[in-house]
């Protein structure tokens, strides 16, 4: 008598023509940066866009600082 090996079970099994089984695991997407990146950048650009409009702000009001440092109406009307 010949000897009979026992079936072995294996967990993957080969598929032959057909597509592979899916495995479970999450797949990246590597074309986008990590959320992360995208929140220090946006972060980073706010704070580049508050600066510049502080900027802004700071040129008007010394432009503007002109007339409300004019003498008073008394000093004014006596000066003439």
Same mark, same amino acid.
Request: proline letters at 6%; a positive charge.
């Given at each position: 008598?010949?000897?009979?090996?026992?079936?072995?079970?294996? #967990?993957?099994?080969?598929?032959?023509?057909?597509?592979?089984?899916?495995?479970?695991?999450?797949?990246?997407?590597?074309?986008?940066?990590?959320?992360?990146?995208?929140?220090?950048?946006?972060?980073?650009?706010?704070?580049?866009?508050? %600066?510049? #409009?502080?900027?802004?702000? %700071?040129?008007?009001?010394? %432009?503007?600082?002109?007339? #409300?440092?004019?003498?008073?109406?008394?000093?004014?009307?006596?000066?003439?």
């Amino acid at each position: 008598m010949t000897e009979q090996k026992r079936p072995v079970l294996t #967990l993957k099994r080969k598929t032959e023509g057909e597509t592979p089984t899916r495995s479970r695991k999450t797949i990246i997407n590597v074309t986008t940066p990590p959320k992360w990146k995208v929140k220090k950048q946006k972060l980073a650009e706010k704070a580049a866009r508050e %600066a510049e #409009l502080t900027a802004k702000k %700071a040129q008007a009001r010394q %432009a503007l600082s002109i007339y #409300l440092n004019l003498p008073s109406l008394d000093e004014a009307v006596n000066t003439l």
